[in-house]
């Protein structure tokens, strides 16, 4: 935790272009951390790398100006914190292999928009007290395992 947050609540990071999904986040998450947004990944960046101690979670489009939220994850790839999470519409992408891939980079993984923001909520909240969430895993169990 660093001394530069207002009455020690949690940071965001959020890297989004849209301006309606950023103030939909502003209004979910803004009781719960405080929140720095930017809407493209080269900005994402210099914020990151101007502190990265001072973020506890990143959420990220991958379909952003400047640089891909990709090329975001696979920049601070090598840092342990904070927690990262895709929240992307992967209609050009195979969903699955971009799960992988921001598993890859560390990532805890994709969430595809449209999602529901109660769930989105619920597991930004368990996030940001716990260090997991069991929401986010039943997702991801639900929409990338294999099914047998």
Request: charged residues 25%; aromatic residues 8%.
């Amino acid at each position: 935790m660093t001394n530069d947050r207002p009455h020690n609540k949690p940071h965001i990071l959020i890297l989004e272009d849209d301006p309606a999904i950023s103030e939909l986040y502003q209004v979910a998450f803004g009781e719960m951390a405080q929140i720095t947004h930017c809407a493209s990944g080269s900005r994402g960046e210099k914020l990151f790398f101007g502190n990265p101690d001072k973020y506890d979670l990143i959420i990220l489009d991958d379909d952003m100006p400047g640089k891909r939220g990709m090329e975001f994850l696979e920049a601070i790839c090598h840092y342990e914190k904070p927690l990262r999470l895709m929240v992307s519409s992967p209609q050009t992408l195979d969903a699955h292999e971009t799960h992988a891939k921001v598993r890859s980079y560390k990532g805890l993984g994709l969430v595809k928009k449209p999602m529901g923001i109660g769930m989105l909520m619920s597991a930004v909240d368990d996030l940001l007290k716990y260090g997991t969430s069991t929401t986010l895993e039943d997702y991801f169990r639900a929409n990338y395992e294999k099914q047998n």
